[in-house]
């Protein structure tokens, strides 16, 4: 059975930073490029970043490009993002998410597949002005 376990938020200043963590099992995490999405209540839940399966394709949504920064940990089946200099607007709950394949793919941005349905519970992240 697929568990995605995100951990690491909490509220922090503005320019504040954080560093998320999802330790992942059920799939083979090596062989799966990975995501970071984020909801706001009353919003749909957005793309943040994704990783290839090696760690060298890394690709951002544009609010958070110079600021966030994913990575991976295959041998602890483990991803990452680091978040600094964060704002306001990055206040939202946290999820960690398995792509189609083993390379991040610009329909991965729209979230897994609809027929793979499981999602971790997220971890809050509340940036105060």
């Known amino acids: 059975q697929v568990q995605l376990v995100e951990s690491g938020g909490g509220l922090v200043q503005t320019g504040g930073s954080l560093r998320l963590s999802c330790l992942a099992s059920?799939?083979?995490?090596?062989?799966?490029?990975m995501a970071w999405f984020r909801q706001v209540p009353g919003k749909d839940r957005e793309f943040v970043a994704g990783?290839?399966?090696?760690?060298?394709?890394?690709y951002y949504t544009d609010s958070v490009k110079g600021r966030f920064s994913i990575s991976r940990d295959n041998a602890k089946n483990t991803l990452f993002l680091e978040m600094n200099n964060l704002k306001p607007d990055d206040t939202a709950v946290y999820y960690c998410?398995?792509?189609?394949?083993?390379?991040?793919?610009?329909?991965?941005?729209?979230?897994?597949?609809?027929?793979?349905?499981?999602w971790g519970q997220g971890t809050q992240v509340t940036v105060s002005s």
């Open positions: 059920g799939r083979t995490f090596s062989g799966y490029a």
């Open positions: 998410q398995f792509a189609r394949g083993p390379y991040f793919r610009d329909y991965d941005r729209a979230g897994p597949d609809p027929n793979f349905n499981y």
């Open positions: 990783i290839d399966w090696s760690g060298v394709g890394v």
